[in-house]
């Protein structure tokens, strides 16, 4: 026994949570030591698994596949194609449309056809170019105007549908229409896909893959090799980024190199070359939106129609979570009395599209803000009034799929203090002077908010589970199904678990995520990764700290108000032991220090059919300011300043929820203004290569950047410690900078809506200027 604490305020004073810690990996990061799948020591005879795939053809049937002189190729050891596969020809997420290796069909270009097995990635890179692949032509579907003039879907149509929004639209004073683009977006993420297979015994198999999902990988793997899920171990420690790109589509490459090892006996990894990356794997959804709006005359909105056409690609993958979400985050922050909003996922022959940051909401988000822009052209006023005048507030509070949105006084009082932070309307008057004098260049300024719901839309992925030890000398072992892509998150958890234990953080052991110990995860997305998984290891903290609790009770004949822990310590009554003496007795007392920790969030009663319920468990909030200037000459613009305001509510560490802010916005602003997929007219992506997709440099951030944590009384929900969700709600305070893009275009004809689509590049810019000086001419 130590020598006596002072106990003052111990039990109340928060040593880890709610403090600026530094990322559990920052050090190994800028020492270039953490261990990503391909710093792996490789096992000596690891082989190398390149994919190969018809370069000359974009979409057709396959007449004939002669792979001889792959074969022949020196090193090779093995050629897999759709028949090596002994289970189901499938790595989709849920619909069974998606084939790890084409057999009868190129159904998009890039499409997986064979896959080499060499000695060394050169040899089996080098062969695979070699492949001979008849293929009989169809002409390709590429664009969503295609895709409904043929009228091909992936999944049936859906909408959310409130009140007469005909009869809405014949009682408006006016009526506003228009249709807007609005462009995909590449993941981009530092580590490209990756995965490596080791057999083990009696036919298992542990895989060792960059995702997301741990557990879909599991479940993938077993259903390609037709074993059972419990012969599969798949593991991560950390990806290299992920945004949504390793949730679903990271299942192709590992089930690839457990087929390539399942087959040869030997370790194999599969890496994917970046423009193989860029061409194979799916993207954000881009859409083609049509909207109508009818409002008053003050510019209160009385009904809406929207319809989001999306390309979806070949096939499901995550269509029907990210479209449905559009639907869900349609009405950004605004209340709409009658509505209809449809959505049609279109089929199209390009890659699949899937998760990516925001998960379908940032795109129904920047459609409402078009309709805002809209009725404050027409109506010659500022659009942060028409923005604030159809707030959701305490009569109008109820979304068009039947949520309430309780906090709407913290939307109000957010946008309100960033409204006087950001000095809007001092500025408003400076833009319009600057605009006055010059012919050229322009400035624009915009005020976005931002509403996102947390959550995942389909019910049973809002569930986790944490694995936790206590062991005899004070030291605690973590793991949870959460999965570390850069965002923080095991840092997070692991100060939830050193607070609870009341340890200091180097006494928690951060372990991979990894299938053999925490099974039936849900994929880290949704932005719920924190709110799942520290509640799950928060739980099993609790469960062994109650035991060690009553066991001190009963040893020491007293009440559990007398027992603190805190500083690797617990105080009984005035005796204090260090956490490692209690461990070590409650070992010899029998008492189980380990405990498999659940959550399920409560209050989700989301019901798809019926299109009823709750499907969010609470909204974040968000603001931003932003200021562009553009030249008129040449499209070029620069983002001058933003002003970030956002509700996290009590941050969990305010050091990482900054970063995440502050990246997410720069993600925003890179798919509204720089990063343009294109393909051209036979379905090829052209823009496969840093070389021809720009995604933002340090030198596109504003010079003045100001971002700032909102301080509120936190979650009122029962989130761990009344934190809120970080990690997509920022991309769409991006919106600002598209926003301000667009004030500053219609500066040049006043009263005139912009045809201005995203992403708002030079080019876009350019001919949404154009556009508005032929008006004028026309006038």
Request: aromatic letters at 8%.
């Amino acid at each position: 026994m130590t020598a006596p604490l002072d106990r003052k305020n111990l039990a109340t004073n928060l040593k880890h949570v709610r403090k600026a810690l530094p990322h559990d990996s920052a050090e190994k990061h800028v020492r270039g030591t953490a261990t990503y799948i391909d710093d792996m020591v490789e096992p000596a005879d690891t082989l190398h698994v390149v994919p190969g795939w018809a370069r000359d053809a974009v979409r057709g049937r396959i007449q004939s596949i002669d792979l001889d002189e792959v074969r022949s190729v020196p090193g090779v050891v093995a050629v897999l194609t759709a028949g090596d596969i002994p289970g189901t020809n499938d790595c989709s997420s849920a619909f069974g449309d998606d084939p790890v290796l084409a057999k009868d069909e190129i159904q998009f270009y890039g499409q997986v056809v064979f896959a080499v097995v060499a000695v060394t990635r050169e040899a089996a890179r080098k062969a695979a170019l070699k492949a001979k692949i008849d293929v009989s032509p169809i002409t390709p579907i590429l664009t969503a105007d295609d895709a409904v003039d043929a009228d091909t879907t992936v999944l049936p149509d859906y909408q959310f549908r409130r009140g007469s929004p005909e009869t809405g639209m014949q009682a408006a004073e006016e009526v506003l229409s228009g249709t807007m683009y609005i462009g995909g977006q590449e993941h981009f993420y530092l580590e490209g896909q990756i995965a490596m297979a080791q057999p083990q015994e009696d036919g298992g198999m542990l895989v060792y893959s960059s995702t997301q999902h741990p557990s879909e990988i599991q479940h993938t793997v077993a259903k390609v090799l037709g074993v059972p899920d419990a012969a599969i171990t798949a593991e991560v420690r950390r990806m290299g980024g992920g945004f949504g790109g390793k949730e679903s589509q990271a299942n192709q490459w590992a089930s690839l190199a457990a087929l390539a090892a399942c087959r040869t006996g030997r370790t194999c990894k599969i890496r994917l070359d970046r423009d193989d990356d860029m061409i194979m794997t799916g993207k954000r959804h881009d859409f083609k939106v049509e909207w109508k709006v009818g409002h008053d005359g003050s510019g209160r909105i009385r009904a809406v129609d929207m319809e989001f056409l999306a390309r979806c690609g070949y096939s499901v993958d995550l269509s029907l979570g990210v479209n449905d979400r559009t639907l869900f985050h349609a009405d950004s922050s605004y209340f709409y009395p009658d509505a209809a909003i449809r959505s049609r996922r279109l089929r199209t022959d390009t890659c699949s599209n899937t998760a990516f940051r925001g998960f379908g909401g940032p795109q129904g988000m920047l459609a409402a803000e078009r309709m805002i822009d809209a009725i404050a052209i027409r109506l010659g006023k500022d659009p942060l009034e028409i923005r604030k005048l159809n707030f959701y507030d305490g009569e109008r509070n109820l979304t068009p799929y039947g949520m309430p949105v309780e906090e709407y006084e913290v939307m109000h009082d957010l946008i309100s203090q960033l409204e006087e932070s950001s000095d809007y309307w001092l500025r408003r008057e400076e833009v319009a002077a600057f605009n006055a004098e010059n012919a050229v260049l322009k400035k624009g300024l915009a005020l976005t908010p931002v509403k996102f719901g947390i959550s995942f839309t389909l019910k049973h992925l809002n569930q986790a589970g944490a694995l936790v030890h206590l062991y005899t000398d004070g030291s605690v072992h973590l793991n949870h199904g959460g999965t570390e892509m850069g965002q923080g998150l095991y840092q997070k958890v692991a100060q939830v678990v050193a607070e609870e234990f009341g340890v200091t953080l180097n006494k928690v052991r951060i372990t991979a995520t990894n299938t053999s110990k925490v099974p039936n995860t849900g994929p880290t997305a949704a932005s719920s990764g924190t709110d799942l998984n520290a509640m799950a290891a928060r739980n099993a903290a609790r469960e062994i700290k109650g035991r060690l609790i009553d066991f001190i009770c009963e040893r020491h004949q007293c009440g559990p108000s007398v027992i603190h822990f805190g500083d690797n310590k617990v105080l009984v009554g005035d005796q204090s032991f260090s956490l490692a003496e209690i461990a070590k007795h409650a070992h010899m007392a029998r008492i189980q220090m380990s405990h498999a920790g659940y959550y399920a969030t409560p209050g989700i009663t989301w019901d798809r059919e019926s299109a009823t319920g709750r499907p969010f468990f609470y909204f974040a909030f968000g603001g931003a300011c932003a200021e562009v200037t553009i030249d008129t000459m040449t499209g070029e613009m620069t983002v001058d300043r933003v002003d970030i305001l956002h509700d996290v509510g009590h941050s969990l560490n305010p050091a990482i929820d900054l970063g995440q802010i502050e990246g997410g916005f720069v993600q925003g602003m890179g798919w509204l203004t720089t990063e343009e997929l294109v393909w051209d007219d036979r379905g090829r992506l052209r823009t496969h290569a840093p070389s021809t997709y720009k995604i933002p440099t340090a030198s596109d951030l504003p010079e003045r950047f100001n971002v700032r944590l909102y301080d509120g009384n936190g979650n009122p929900e029962k989130t761990v410690y009344r934190s809120k969700a970080v990690g997509e709600p920022p991309l769409m305070l991006a919106n600002a900078v598209f926003c301000a893009i667009n004030d500053a275009v219609a500066s040049l004809r006043p009263g005139e809506v912009p045809t201005l689509d995203a992403p708002a590049t030079p080019e876009a810019i350019m001919k949404a200027v154009q556009d508005m000086r032929r008006r004028k001419a026309a006038r």
